[in-house]
């Protein structure tokens, strides 16, 4: 059974920093995508970065949101079987619930659809206040 485990939300104010982490468990091929999207109240779920890495860093690839360009990190430790997601600068417009999801696939240009994804976290709340 597959487990999506995310955490580190938080309430922090504008322009400080919080780092995601998404742990899976049970998919043994660590070949898979992990994405990260994030759900403000009345708006749509938004993909927010995703990564998808081989066997080697080489073979590492993200994407990012433009409004998340420069400010926020993904990155995978494979061993561990976590994903991070390091949100600097944060603005208010940066707050809601953030998803972590697998693809046991690759993600390429699909990885901000949301239903491309096979298993998905339950979520963690990050608020940043002014």
């Known amino acids: 059974q597959v487990q999506v485990v995310e955490s580190g939300g938080d309430s922090?104010?504008?322009g400080g920093s919080l780092r995601l982490s998404c742990t899976v468990i049970g998919v043994a091929d660590?070949?898979?995508c992990i994405g990260w999207f994030r759900q403000a109240p009345g708006k749509e779920r938004e993909g927010v970065a995703a990564i998808l890495k081989g066997m080697s860093d080489r073979n590492t690839n993200t994407?990012?949101?433009d409004?998340?360009?420069g400010r926020f990190t993904i990155?995978?430790?494979?061993a561990k079987s976590t994903s991070y997601l390091q949100m600097n600068s944060l603005k208010p417009e940066d707050a809601g619930?953030?998803?972590c999801a697998v693809r046991?696939?690759?993600?390429?240009t699909l990885w901000r659809n949301a239903n491309v994804y096979n298993y998905w976290g339950q979520g963690t709340h990050v608020t940043?206040?002014?």
């Not at 046991?104 to 390429?108: M, P």
């Open 97 to 99: 619930m953030y998803f």
């Open 30 to 32: 660590s070949t898979y």
């Open 104 to 108: 046991t696939i690759s993600c390429g």
């Open 67 to 69: 409004s998340v360009k």
């Open 63 to 65: 994407y990012y949101t």
């Open 75 to 78: 990155s995978r430790d494979n």
């Open 12 to 14: 922090v104010q504008v």
């Open 128 to 130: 940043v206040s002014s």
